[in-house]
């Protein structure tokens, strides 16, 4: 029986050192950022790894006092983009050190 002890506390063992290289990667991926374009380069938002809008870049050729519903459509399609692309970039990496594991709560 203390064998099976022995496993389980190695499994926490290896669990711990996971979780802490999964914090680190997290960490990480708050000076990462990734970029979205929409519009043919009409809006370009940037975001890092913690699902934050970094920066909005609007040409001033989309800016248009009779059509702001594009622009408010071009503006939320690039945010979107962004946030997918971060939230995908963070789950590539955990996933190099989760082995793959699709642990929920992670990103």
């Known amino acids: 029986m203390a064998k099976g002890f022995g496993n ?4 926490m063992k290896q669990a711990q050192k996971m979780q802490s ?7 990480k991926m708050a000076e990462k ?20 809008v970094m920066s909005v870049k609007i040409d001033p050729e989309v800016v248009n006092r009779d059509d702001v519903e594009m622009l408010e ?3 939320t399609a690039a945010v979107n983009d ?4 971060a939230q995908e970039m963070v789950s590539e990496e955990i996933g ?3 082995g793959g594991l699709n642990i929920p709560g992670l990103t």
């Not at 389980?8 to 499994?11: C, F, K, L, R």
């Not at 962004?82 to 692309?85: G, T, Y």
């Open 8 to 11: 389980m506390g190695n499994m």
């Open 21 to 27: 290289k999964i914090f680190q990667i997290q960490e």
């Open 33 to 52: 950022t990734v970029e979205a374009s929409v519009g043919g380069g009409m809006v370009t938002v940037v975001a890092n790894g913690k699902q934050q």
């Open 73 to 75: 459509d071009l503006v």
């Open 82 to 85: 962004a946030l997918k692309r």
């Open 96 to 98: 190099k050190v989760t």
